[in-house]
């Protein structure tokens, strides 16, 4: 069983997969200081909570946007698995697609795997916005090339933004309207709902039509992340939602990899 691990600018996501299928999935937030023994002693109870055991793990792939975390997921790896781990993006886990920007060596590794992944299940020209720390939008074209896209901050970055720098204004649950969807608000806190929510909902709409637009050329739309289900709700720019883009990516390369070892 591969266990992948996808090291985000907020949370750490551990996924076991087995033939492709996502069997359990954990996540923790994401701390550089967090030594393997720690992740070990956490993963231990999970596993046994699944009725499994570290013996179940054959391999680890790890991707990562936060370099001082990759040292202690190196360590976990060998020490409690007893398997060297793939890098995603580096030796024969190196990138099977074509990074078709000015600055190849900058694309994060889970826009990389995103584009991978919604290659594989989706046909044509794609737009895969992915709601995580930042708010992203990448272009892949139909022959699975990743042409470039857009980084907008996340939607948890502006609300924390607006009310640490306005004294008065109180912290909030990001949610979508409920009954009523007047844009004018009558309190403070539906006046922030409404901004947060149909801001951004007005940004995904206003973005993603703009891609579309300089491409030319029909394109399907898919929406990955945790927040992806609350916005879909209000709008109907997603022709589809795939929550475990980033988890299906890596273990696309794992495979691709083994292959390529062979």
């Known amino acids: 069983m591969l266990l992948a691990i996808d090291a985000g600018n907020t949370n750490v996501v551990f996924a076991l997969v087995d033939g492709g299928a996502i069997k359990a999935r954990w996540r923790i937030a994401t701390d550089p200081r967090r ?3 720690e992740y070990a002693v956490w993963l231990h109870q999970l596993l046994e ?3 499994r055991s570290k013996s179940d793990v054959e391999a680890v792939i790890i991707a990562t946007v936060v370099p001082r975390a990759l040292h202690n997921l190196e360590v976990l790896s060998s020490k409690y698995f007893h398997v060297e781990p793939m890098i995603a993006g580096q030796g024969n886990a190196a990138w099977p697609i074509a990074l078709d920007v000015d600055e190849p060596h900058a694309v994060g590794a889970d826009r990389v795997l995103n584009a991978m992944a919604v290659h594989a299940k989706h046909k044509g020209d794609l737009i895969v916005i992915d709601f995580g720390t930042a708010t992203t939008f990448d272009v892949v074209d139909s022959s699975g090339a990743y042409k470039g896209g857009i980084i907008a901050p996340g939607i948890n970055l502006s609300l924390d933004a607006l009310v640490n720098a306005a004294a008065k204004l109180p912290r909030i649950a990001i949610e979508a309207p409920k009954g009523n969807l007047s844009v004018i608000g009558r309190t403070t ?3 922030m709902i409404i901004g947060i929510y149909w801001g951004y909902v007005a940004m995904i709409e206003g973005l993603t039509d703009r891609l579309k637009r300089e491409l030319g050329r029909p394109a399907t739309v898919i929406a ?4 992806a289900i609350l ?7 997603f022709d589809a939602i795939e929550p475990d883009l980033t988890i299906q990516g890596l273990s696309l390369l794992h495979a691709m990899a083994i292959q390529k070892a062979k």
């Not at 990955?224 to 927040?227: A, E």
């Not at 916005?231 to 720019?237: L, P, Y």
């Open 49 to 51: 909570l699944e009725g």
């Open 189 to 191: 806190e539906s006046q």
């Open 224 to 227: 990955t992340g945790g927040l």
């Open 231 to 237: 916005f879909d709700k209000h709008t109907n720019v």
């Open 35 to 37: 030594t393997a023994d």
